[in-house]
Structure formats: C-alpha cells, structure tokens
C-alpha cells in the first residue's frame, strides 16, 4: 500500500517508530495528485512549497517524540477556510484573487498540530450546492465513476480523500456537505453538534447552520480530526464552552445496550431500493452486535426541506450582501455610479448564488417574514423536539446518507428542486444541531458507494464514533478502490 492510500493512524505509527518522514509521505501525496489531479480536479490550489516547508517542521517535532496524531499528516482544507498568504475563493470569481491575512480557526488548529496543508479543495460557489457543479472555475468528478458527481458542497475535499489525493481534509456541513460528498466518494464524514468547532475563519453560508468537520479514510480518523479541532474558541461568538473527550478511546468496538432508533419518517419512498436494503442491513448487523433497533417517528421532518431551504436562503442572502465590490475582492471596471457598481459587480456570482439572494430576500421582505420566514423557524423548534423526544427512547439514530448513490453530470441542475431533494435525509441535523456522521454500507449493483448515517444526542459525538467504528470493524465490506485508481495504479 502507498502511503498517499494510508489512514491517518497507520502513518501515526510509521511516522513515529521512524520507518518513514513526513516528507516522504508528502511527496507521495503530490506524486499522486500530479497523476489524477488533471482526471478529478479535486483542487482549486497546490500549496507545494508551503507544504514542503511544513513536512519538514513536522519530522522536527517528531524527532523530538512529543508530536501529535496529525504531526506529518497531509491534509487539504475546503476553500472556504481563509488561510493566511494563500488565496481563498469560495470558488467565486468574486473572491479570485482574494488572499487572507489569517487562518480560520480550525486550520489554525492543525498547524499546531503539525498537519501538513498540501491544498484547497473546490466546492460550490459559497458553499451552496449539492454537486460542485457550481464552482466557477471547474466541476470535480467523482473517483468511483468520473461521469458522476463526487456530492457538494464539500465535494473537492470528499474527492481528494477518495483519490490519495489528500489523507484526510475539512469541509464545511450546512445542510448535508460533509456528509453527501463522503456518501458519495465512499469515505468517513462527520458533521460535529453546533458550537464544537470553531467557525472563525469560516466564510458563511448560513451562519446558523454552517458546522467545520472532519473527511477522512475510517471512523478512528475522524476521532483524532476532531480532537484536534474540537473546543471553545472566543473568537467565535457561538462556540460552546463544553469538555472536549478523548474521542479515540471511546472506539471500544462495543455496542451491547445501545438502543438504535431508526426513524420511520427517513425511510419513504423516495429512497432508492438498494439504499433502502443496505440500511436495514446495517441495522440488522447492529442487532447481532448487541444493539436494541427499535422505529421511533420524527413527525414534523416531512417539513424540515420546506423549512431548511427558507432558513438558509435568508441567512444566504444577507451573508452575501457584503460582497458588494467596495471592501474586497471583485470589483466591476466600468460603472458610472456607486449603485451600477454594486449591481455590475454581483452579476459576477453564479447562478445558484443569485437564486438563494432572491428566494431569501423574498422570505425576508415584510409582507413574507411571518408567513415563511418565522413560520420556518418555528417548524425548526418542531423538529428538535422530535429529536429530543426520539432520544429519550434511543441512544443513537441511523437513516439512509442519501436517497441514492452519486448521480451522473447535469442530471439534476436542470431541476434545482431535485437538487436540493439530496439534502433530504442531512438537513435535519442541521436543523437540530446534533452531531451526525456517515460511514460506507455498501455498494450499489454498480459499484457505487452508499452511506449510512449515525445521529446522536447533542455533543455525544463519542457515541457515534463509538457505534460507527463499531459498524464499520464488523461490516465485512468488500475492500474497493475507485475505479480509477486501479486503473492508475495498474
């Protein structure tokens, strides 16, 4: 195996016992993208030098034997996470040449940490999206199949993992986009309980709904991601003040007594037959583990798209109103006042991003705050007490990821609304704010991944870890690789 193809923990030993350096890793990492980077494109940015110079510190701190999980670990960042002295564009061309004077939060974290940034990954311009087909400068295709999309917005980052492109990356959730991406590349997404990580640093989407998490190999990596960017920030005005566990214990491989809800309202007809038979699958391999799975009802989720697409379209619509041209980044030439000004240069967003300004400033307008927008917040309370009612039955919740597995190029953008419909089973924890993390369950008669989701209590992450690492040792799932990387490495 390559060491570009390892898991984080696996490199942790290697890097340690000084069978290899961080250099070494790297530079197969680089290896590999400059073999399918131009197949995948999976980047928006290659930070070499600044990489190289990074693997060298990290083979400093471990020589010195006191380095972290992550010492030396190659990792890409969603290019939504402002990074000091390297360009960050949210994949907008109004952000092109935008470059940052600080880190955000979380990737400050992992420099501490010793991790090494090899690049940004692309995604939906600002986030918005469910198929990085929204990107302004270029679609990322999915490994598995390079006719398909590799999910969104967190697709670039899902992609790289995917492809040894990047050992493990963050992206960014805010109805479902670390976890339909990683559903779809066949990886390990977590989105974490709202207010654990940092989101400073973070260019927002919808402020309330935005979560930083892990994209990763397996389970146990997802742990040490998260124990390295987990904890109270004062830098964020809604970072929780709570204990941050030693996540990586809590993978006993244990699940007698836990009590597992599978809501009936997630698994309708919209889901596709062969997800359908994985998840239950995934619960009946529960069960003979020692699990109880007992069906518990969310009774308001069937409005939870309704509400989630009025939410963020208000909150998107008032975060993009500071790109007007005048503080930073793109600013239209020719205009013979201030307000052609501000209308030349947003007519530089896509066409997503223009359709979420004008739906949420429409909800937002006087006549509609009550009858959409208020309405929406008050269905969102609905939902989290179903939540809060479900888990005082059960521990964990499971669901499908997604209704089906990856979806070719250009199937769904003709019909925004079958779009947004990939959200369907994610944007509840969203909603709710609970913690929620998707691992793979199988494969579709195709050969595409699908993904099962774990939901838990607010800031139990140590639960869903606990059940998914649990899932994923016992799963006995055929160990595949992308298409594309036999075909590469063959």
């Known amino acids: 195996m390559q060491f570009n193809e390892m898991t984080i923990h696996e490199l942790r030993r290697l890097l340690r016992a000084g069978e290899v350096s961080s250099q070494e890793v790297l530079e197969a ?76 939060a979380a990737a400050a974290r992992l420099k501490e940490a010793g991790a090494v940034l090899v690049g940004k990954t692309n995604l939906d311009e600002f986030g918005l999206g469910s ?4 990107s302004q400068f270029h679609c990322t295709r999915n490994p598995w199949d390079l006719s398909r999309v590799p999910g969104g917005s967190s697709g670039g980052s899902a992609a790289a993992v995917a492809a040894g492109e990047a050992v493990a990356a963050l992206g960014t959730d805010t109805g479902g986009s670390i976890r339909q991406p990683a559903a779809f590349c066949g990886i390990v997404g977590l989105k974490p309980t709202y207010g654990l990580v940092s989101r400073y640093g973070v260019v927002a989407a919808a402020d309330s709904l935005d979560h930083v998490g892990p994209m990763t190999r397996d389970v146990r990596d997802a742990a040490l991601m998260l124990q390295a960017i987990a904890g109270w920030d004062p830098k964020d005005p809604t970072s929780a003040r709570q204990d941050v ?74 975060n993009l ?31 997503e991003a223009k359709r979420r300004i004008l739906m949420g400033t429409y909800f937002l307008q006087a006549g509609n705050y009550d009858a959409y927008y208020l309405k929406a917040l008050k269905v969102r309370t609905l939902i989290k007490e179903d939540f809060e009612k479900a888990f005082q039955r059960c521990h964990v919740m499971i669901s499908p ?20 419909k990939s959200d369907i089973y994610t944007c509840t924890a969203n909603l709710a704010g609970i913690p929620a993390l998707t691992v793979p369950c199988g494969y579709t008669q195709g050969g595409l991944p699908i993904g099962l989701q774990f939901m838990g209590k607010p800031f139990e992450e140590s639960t869903i870890l606990r059940i998914g690492h649990a899932y994923e040792q016992h799963a006995g799932l055929p160990v595949r690789r992308p298409e594309m990387e036999v075909k590469a490495n063959g």
């Open 131 to 134: 198929s990085t087909e929204n």
């Open 29 to 104: 990492v680089l290896a590999r993208i400059d073999e399918v980077e131009g197949e995948i494109g999976a980047y928006l940015a290659l930070c070499r030098e600044e990489a190289f110079a990074q693997a060298q510190r990290a083979d400093e701190m471990l020589s010195k034997g006191d380095a972290s999980p992550l010492c030396g670990i190659p990792i890409s960042l969603k290019d939504n996470f402002t990074t000091a002295g390297v360009r960050t564009t949210c994949a907008s061309r109004l952000l092109e040449n935008y470059i940052p004077p600080f880190d955000a």
């Open 321 to 351: 109103a500071r790109f007007d041209g005048v503080r930073y980044g793109y600013r239209a030439a020719e205009a013979e006042d201030t307000v052609s000004m501000f209308i030349k240069t947003r007519e530089a967003l896509g066409q």
């Open 245 to 318: 566990p030693h996540y990586e214990a809590a993978l006993t491989g244990n699940v007698k007594g836990l009590v597992v809800g599978l809501p009936r309202e997630l698994m309708g007809d919209a889901l596709d037959a062969e997800v359908k038979e994985a998840v239950f699958g995934a619960a009946n391999l529960l069960e003979s583990l020692g699990a109880r799975v007992e069906e518990v009802s969310l009774p308001n989720v069937e409005y939870a798209m309704s509400a989630f697409y009025i939410i963020i379209s208000a909150e998107v619509s008032s």
């Open 401 to 420: 990821t997604t209704p089906t597995a990856a979806f070719s190029f250009g199937h769904k953008t003709a019909t925004p609304i079958s779009m947004y």
